[in-house]
């Protein structure tokens, strides 16, 4: 979902394209669908249902798809999604955060629970990680749209706490209740993010490498591969020698 990872940048690489797409459209609309249902089915005049459209668009889910989850908002009978938080541990003590939308909560937190205990890792109590984090504005912008310290100043300008560069991407944070008016600033001078969703960033991480790696991205990997849940957190960095190994 919205949000650059490593972990996810390694794991589509070595995943089913095809399936991966089918299921990312799958989950990009139903975040509209929720939107939609929460404000006004008009991107104009809601803007979490802005958002998500502009980040359907940034992952190329054509228009019909996007016109179709709108309209499912409207319907009488539709899907009603609750929002649900799981925290857990997974290999090596990590905190693992998993945001959910769900027709079933009983169904979600049976499947959530069964991918934690299965690879390595435990559900705990609402709490029991989330001190570990802090929620925060994250916008995220592909990494040719301008040089780092182009959108260092654009970000700055428009009210941004920070801005992270690589070879891919671009990544700025903000204050989660400006996450929209910084956004909108940003779009103005560089038109729709990839993303831009309020997260749980990590305050501290914890290094993890070698076998333990491996079975923790398989853990993250799988609960994103939920199709209730929409995003995953977990406060980890990794090995070079770790990242090399996995990306072969």
């Known amino acids: 979902m919205a949000g ?3 972990f996810k940048n390694i794991m589509h690489r070595k995943g089913a394209q095809d399936k991966k797409r ?8 139903k975040e509209i669908t929720v939107a939609a249902k929460m404000g006004m089915p008009d991107p104009a005049f809601n803007p979490r249902l802005r958002v998500a459209v502009n980040a359907a668009r940034a992952q190329s889910m054509p228009k019909e798809n996007i016109e179709r989850a709108i309209k499912k908002s ?16 997974g290999p090596g003590g990590i905190g693992v955060i998993v945001e959910a939308l769900t027709d079933n909560r009983n169904r979600t937190a049976s499947e959530v629970r069964s991918t934690f205990s299965k690879n390595g890792g435990n559900l705990g109590e609402t709490g029991a990680v989330s001190f570990m984090f802090e929620r925060v504005g994250s916008i995220e912008y592909n990494a040719d749209i301008a040089d780092a310290d182009t959108v260092l100043e654009a970000a700055i300008d428009a009210g941004a706490d920070d801005c992270e560069s690589d070879e891919e991407f671009h990544v700025l944070t903000c204050d989660a209740e ?8 940003l779009e103005e001078k560089f038109g729709p993010a990839n993303s831009a969703n309020i997260i749980w960033k990590p ?46």
């Open 178 to 185: 400006s996450l929209h008016e910084v956004a909108g600033a």
């Open 74 to 89: 409207t319907e009488a009978g539709g899907e009603n999604y609750e929002e649900v938080r799981y925290e857990g541990f």
């Open 22 to 29: 089918a299921k990312l459209f799958s989950k990009l609309g």
């Open 4 to 6: 650059h990872s490593k």
């Open 203 to 248: 305050g501290n991480t914890i290094a993890v490498e070698g076998d333990q790696a491996e079975t923790l991205l398989k853990l993250l990997d799988l609960l994103d591969d939920n199709d209730d849940v929409q995003q995953v957190y977990a406060n980890f960095e990794m090995s070079d020698s770790a990242m090399e190994k996995l990306s072969a």
